[in-house]
């Protein structure tokens, strides 16, 4: 389920509709992790080792036309990225996920750099909340 | 208890365990569907888990086939399992509980609602184990009546029985070791009516 939020301290990603979501919402993960910051910063940890290898799932799917190993990628990615609350890689990494589905990979390069640049936007945020320098 | 947490997704095994644990539960994690089969091969008896969450998509072993294989294997017909699923059609979550899920939550989860379906999970455990020690009660008790109702050989004369090792012996010892009645020693009327003559007849 994707919630939308119509302000927030933070910058939001937009879609072509003019629905937008929350980078990050902070919030709503320290909720899942019962208030816990630490643990927030271990799952940020977590999720950054966890970027680079499945974006590298993605590109190579895209690369190869392969819809099936898009689907698998993009889906893990989403799952992930939907349970830090990171709400706008979930949506770019569903976009892609639906794409693979279909087995219709028009625009899909666009599509990869709308989930490139909310990642570019979300990792800063995950290195913030790691506490590391 | 012991519950599996079976999710190939970092994130959300490490979310998941820590939620569990911190509500008192005992958590093992399998990073994909095959460590999972291999928690159950391997894990017997009380360390055995009772209660599993399996993510539908996992690398290798899928946990809808986790489920079906459970439910076809002698001894994990009862567990209970929870798919963990990021899919809401109806049509999915029909084959997940016919593959032989009892329950279901989608991702991304809440903490909440996570909790309250592994309680309903845990008090079914729990009826089930209760269940089976009362139906394997009513089975020995069951046994027992059996032996009392077969054919008795009984000696007219003293009245011993010949028991399944072929040795006579008291009758009372026979109930004893047949029953769960208890005996208390007596004499009756007549009994005693014979037993004073001898002791009148009796020289002193």
């Known amino acids: 389920m994707q919630r939308r939020y119509k302000s927030s301290r933070y910058p939001m990603s937009h879609n072509e509709i003019g629905e937008c979501w929350e980078d990050l919402d902070e919030a709503a993960l320290l909720v899942v992790v019962g208030g816990n910051r630490a643990l927030a910063g271990e799952l940020a940890v977590l999720f950054l080792d966890d970027i680079e290898p499945r974006m590298k799932e993605i590109n190579i799917a895209v690369t190869e036309g392969d819809a099936v190993r898009l689907r698998a990628g993009a889906h893990a990615l989403r799952g992930s990225a939907a349970t830090m609350t990171a709400q706008s890689v979930a949506a770019a990494a569903e976009e ?38 | 208890m012991k519950i599996l947490v079976a999710e190939d997704d970092a994130v959300t095994r490490k979310i998941l365990a820590v939620t569990l644990e911190r509500l008192g539960w005992d958590v093992v994690t399998a990073k994909d569907g095959e460590a999972a089969w291999q928690v159950f091969a391997t894990l017997k008896g009380k360390d055995a888990p009772e209660l599993a969450v399996l993510d539908w998509m996992m690398p290798g072993l899928e946990g809808i086939e986790i489920c079906r294989r459970l439910r076809a294997t002698p001894g994990f017909e009862l567990m209970y399992v929870i798919l963990l699923t990021s899919r809401g059609d109806k049509q999915d979550l029909s084959e997940g509980l016919a593959a032989g899920a009892n329950d279901y939550i989608t991702k991304p989860f809440d903490p909440v609602e996570l909790e309250a379906r592994v ?9 089930q184990r209760s269940l089976a020690a009362r139906v394997a009660e009513l089975e020995e008790a069951l046994g027992e009546i059996r032996a009392l109702q077969g054919l008795l050989p009984i000696c007219s004369y003293c009245k011993k029985v010949r028991n399944e090792a072929n040795y006579w012996e008291q009758v009372d010892s026979y109930l004893l070791s047949h029953s769960d009645v208890k005996i208390t020693h007596g004499i009756c009327p007549n009994c005693l009516e014979k037993m004073m003559k001898e002791l009148d007849a009796a020289p002193v």
């Open chain 1, 96 to 133: 892609l996920e639906t794409m693979g589905l279909s087995g219709l990979l028009d625009g899909v390069q666009r599509a990869l750099e709308k989930l490139n640049a909310a990642i570019a936007i979300l990792r800063p945020r995950l290195v913030a909340l790691t506490g590391a320098p």
């Open chain 2, 119 to 127: 309680r309903v999970g845990v008090r079914m455990v729990n009826l």
